[in-house]
């Protein structure tokens, strides 16, 4: 019997590759005798119909097995933040261009077919929350699952702001502004910002100074369960942008004071059997591209 009876597929709307792609899935699926249900705007793409359960996904996400995310990064991005409360692993097909989460090729259903069956790899990736705080009380959050970034916004000027680690100070900055990535995210928007690649099994964040005024700012690799403090100087708050995964954005209240902190949710990330991780970095990245074998 198949380790998953009831699945959702999303995906990135208005993509023809994607819709034929899942449209395929739904049949291939579906003859095997698995319930399929669709993220509401991936249903009417595909003009599905037959019964089938389509509603939006964070209705669905509560009662579903697996969920099948076809496209890019973002759209699994996306698609993660709302179904990692429940516990939902995700699979990701890649239609998009340069896929560190997605890694299933579409033409490979046999991949996808074992991983129903239960073959498969689950990893549990770490996810941050922003939390914007005024007078102690937090009046916003928002999860992320690659990155947390404080940047200028409309300004010419570097921000200045101060990091605090567990009630701790850590440093004063004056800087075009901040990612604070997990494992995940490090091969995103922190990396091209000269951060550190993490293996996502470690239990850590990364503290990556965008543009700084001082050389010796460099980033800070801290344990995953430390709480990061960002207290933004005042003439500088109008100025600050903060965005979680870039695809939610919170507004900083007067005190200028932004909390980072880990998730209690982790996302169940799945992988087909014989998945390596450093496969997927020496394909994306090129390593020993006309280097000789050892």
């Known amino acids: 019997m198949p380790a998953f009876q009831r699945i959702a597929i999303t995906g990135k709307p208005n993509d023809t590759a994607v819709i034929e792609t899942i449209r395929k899935l739904i049949e291939r699926l579906e003859d095997e005798g698995l319930d399929v249900c669709l993220d509401a705007a991936m249903g009417a793409a595909t003009e599905s119909g037959d019964g089938r359960d389509i509603d939006d996904l964070a209705s669905l996400a509560g ?40 890694d299933v090729s579409p033409d490979r259903f046999d991949e996808i077919a074992r991983v129903v069956d239960g073959d498969m790899q689950v990893e549990q990736r770490l996810m941050l929350e922003a939390r ?39 440093n004063r900055h004056r800087s075009d502004g901040l990612i604070v990535s997990t494992p995940t995210g490090s091969t995103a928007y922190a990396l091209s910002g000269g951060g550190p690649i993490m293996h996502p099994g ?29 207290r933004v100087q005042p003439d500088s708050i109008a100025q600050v942008h903060v965005n979680c995964d870039s695809q939610s954005d919170l507004t900083l209240s007067p005190d200028g004071r932004l909390e980072i902190v880990a998730s209690p949710h982790r996302l169940r990330l799945v992988h087909p059997p014989g998945h390596r991780y450093f496969d997927i970095l020496r394909a994306k990245l090129h390593w020993g591209d006309g280097a000789p074998p050892c």
């Open 63 to 102: 009662h579903i097995d697996l969920l099948i995310v076809v496209g890019g990064d973002g759209t699994l991005l996306h698609a993660a933040k709302i179904v990692a409360p429940h516990g939902v692993p995700v699979l990701g097909v890649n239609r998009g261009r340069l896929g560190f989460l997605v």
């Open 132 to 170: 914007v705080l005024e007078d102690g009380r937090v009046i916003a959050r928002s999860p992320a699952l690659n990155e947390v970034v404080l940047q200028r916004w409309n300004t010419s000027r570097m921000i200045e702001f101060e990091t605090w680690i567990d009630g701790e100070p850590c």
């Open 202 to 230: 470690i239990n850590a964040v990364a503290m990556v100074p965008i543009s700084p005024h001082t050389l010796s700012n460099r980033p800070l690799v801290i344990s995953a369960d430390s709480r990061i403090e960002v």
